[in-house]
C-alpha cells in the first residue's frame, strides 16, 4: 500500500467532507482524470457513499462514481433494484459474453451512446469496512459496474462511438422496433 503524507490525507478528508454533491457535466476536465485509490475507510468515506447513493437515486441514475461529483476517488456506487452495491479500489478482474446496449449517463445528460461490454463480470475491491470483496455479476448490474469503472478511468460513453441525441436514440429503437413487426 502507497504511503500518503498527513497533509494529504488531511485534504482528501476535506474533499469526501464536502457537501453537498453537484454532478459535473461532460466536457468538463475532471471527467477524463484517472480517480485516486482510496487509503482511508473510516466514517466519512461511508458518509460519502450513502451520499452518493441517494444523490444517484435523486438523479434517477443505477449508478455514479466519485468523479462524476467533482471528487478523484476510486469509489463507486449502483443499485438496479435489487440490493445497492458499493464498490471501493473496484476492478474488472475478467468477464465474458458481449453484448451491444444503448446507454445514456448522468454525466451526458439527454445522449446515448449503444456500448458493447461483458455480460457477466468478476470484480473485486473493497466494501466500506475496507475488506476485500469479490462480486460476480451478471447483466444489467455487469454493465453498470464496468461503465462506474470507466468513469475511474476517465473513459466516457462518448469515447465508444458517436453520442446519439435522445430523441435520435429513440427514433433508431422504434426503427428497429418496426422490423420485427
Not at 460476480?136 to 454493465?143: F, I, P
Request: proline share 4%; net charge negative.
Amino acid at each position: 500500500m502507497m504511503n500518503i503524507s498527513k497533509k494529504k490525507k488531511l485534504r482528501l478528508l476535506k474533499e469526501l467532507k464536502r457537501r453537498p454533491l453537484t454532478l459535473w457535466l461532460y466536457p468538463d476536465s475532471i471527467l477524463r482524470e484517472k480517480a485516486n485509490p482510496v487509503q482511508i475507510f473510516n466514517t466519512v468515506l461511508k458518509d460519502f457513499a450513502n451520499d452518493m447513493l441517494f444523490f444517484m437515486k435523486q438523479h434517477e441514475g443505477i449508478g455514479l462514481a466519485a468523479p462524476q461529483v467533482g471528487i478523484l476517488q476510486r469509489i463507486v456506487v449502483a443499485d438496479i433494484g435489487e440490493s445497492p452495491i458499493c464498490l471501493v479500489n473496484p476492478e474488472i478482474v475478467t468477464g465474458s459474453g458481449t453484448e451491444n446496449m444503448i446507454e445514456g449517463c448522468l454525466s451526458l445528460p439527454g445522449y446515448e451512446v449503444d456500448v458493447n461490454r461483458n455480460t457477466w463480470i468478476e470484480i473485486r475491491g473493497k466494501n466500506l469496512d475496507g475488506k476485500r470483496v469479490v462480486n460476480k455479476v451478471e447483466g444489467l448490474m455487469a454493465r453498470v459496474l464496468q461503465h462506474e469503472v470507466d468513469h475511474l478511468n476517465g473513459i466516457l460513453i462518448c469515447d465508444y462511438g458517436e453520442l446519439l441525441s435522445e430523441h435520435e436514440g429513440f427514433q433508431l429503437l422504434d426503427k428497429e422496433s418496426e422490423r420485427d413487426v
